[in-house]
């Protein structure tokens, strides 16, 4: 597991594209069989992917954590970006469509991920924070949480957003997660910006074609920068930080958050003239 400190406003200005790719920028989060995580001091936030192929993966715990298992004083939000699968928690299996997710709650010991195909393996990204209670494991079906377009063609963010882990969906104690879609012709995502110094975010960005790729802006909204992001990979973004994209083409990303509250609605809007 890779471990991401955390650094501040001041820090980051200095860095250059390199470094900035090494503190925020998470490359690779798919392998056959195996998981890639990554620990961030973020509020503490795991950023995840596994891709079982051939063969079950489990969820083992790590030295960085300190516990008996993951999900000790865990929680963790699963979606499928990839083929049918299915996630295992304590002996209880949960079949995964593409875009189906599940909430898994402290205090469950065993976690394994399968696919149903080899030739068309599932791939799960996960993001895991701590918790202070337990909450029940359950699925969300894509088709079955709240969903709303928003955007316009003419400002090319055409989307609809889904909302799976928040206070009116699926519980928690810290964690919101979801995912945004956007139409064919639409590019833009989260303009106008906004920061919420109350929660860290990650975005991770799928369904782009490899030769496409995503400028994510991020930085303090008078000062930013840019990472060039490619399909299947993730930004940490600091609560201090903006956390918005142009994409070359059209794509879907998923975003999470954790810290304080779970208002999605709790963020601190940038004009886009004040963008600097």
């Not at 304590?90 to 599940?102: F, H, I, R, S």
């Not at 909302?163 to 879609?181: A, E, F, N, P, W």
């Amino acid at each position: 597991m890779q471990v991401r400190y955390a650094v501040g406003p001041n820090e980051t200005r200095q860095f250059n594209t390199t470094e900035l790719r090494e503190n925020f920028l998470i490359e690779t989060l798919f392998t056959p069989n195996s998981l890639q995580l990554c620990y961030s001091h973020y509020d503490r936030v795991i950023v995840g992917g596994a891709m079982p192929v051939d063969s079950p993966v489990d969820l083992p715990t790590y030295p960085e954590l300190r516990s008996d298992f993951f999900l000790e004083r865990r929680e963790l939000g699963i979606i499928n970006v990839g083929g049918a699968g299915s996630v295992t928690v304590d002996g209880q299996t949960y079949e995964l469509a593409k875009l189906d997710g599940l909430y898994v709650g402290r205090g469950s010991r065993s976690v394994s991920f399968a696919s149903q195909q080899a030739d068309a393996p599932a791939r799960f990204y996960l993001l895991s924070s701590p918790a202070h209670k337990e909450y029940p494991t359950q699925k969300a079906a894509q088709g079955d949480v709240f969903s709303a377009p928003m955007g316009s063609a003419e400002a090319a963010n055409e989307r609809t957003i889904y909302r799976y882990i928040h206070k009116d969906g699926l519980q928690s104690c810290q964690l919101v997660m979801g995912l945004t879609i956007l139409k064919p012709g639409s590019v833009w995502n989260t303009m106008p910006a906004h920061v919420h110094d109350r929660r860290m975010e990650a975005y991770f960005y799928f369904d782009l074609d490899h030769a496409h790729r995503i400028v994510h802006l991020m930085g303090q909204p008078t000062e930013t920068r840019h990472l060039m992001v490619a399909n299947h990979q993730a930004i940490i973004s600091p609560p201090w930080s903006i956390h918005s994209g142009c994409g070359t083409s059209n794509y879907s990303f998923i975003w999470g958050m954790a810290g304080e509250n779970l208002d999605y609605a709790d963020m601190d809007l940038i004009a886009i003239a004040d963008l600097k």
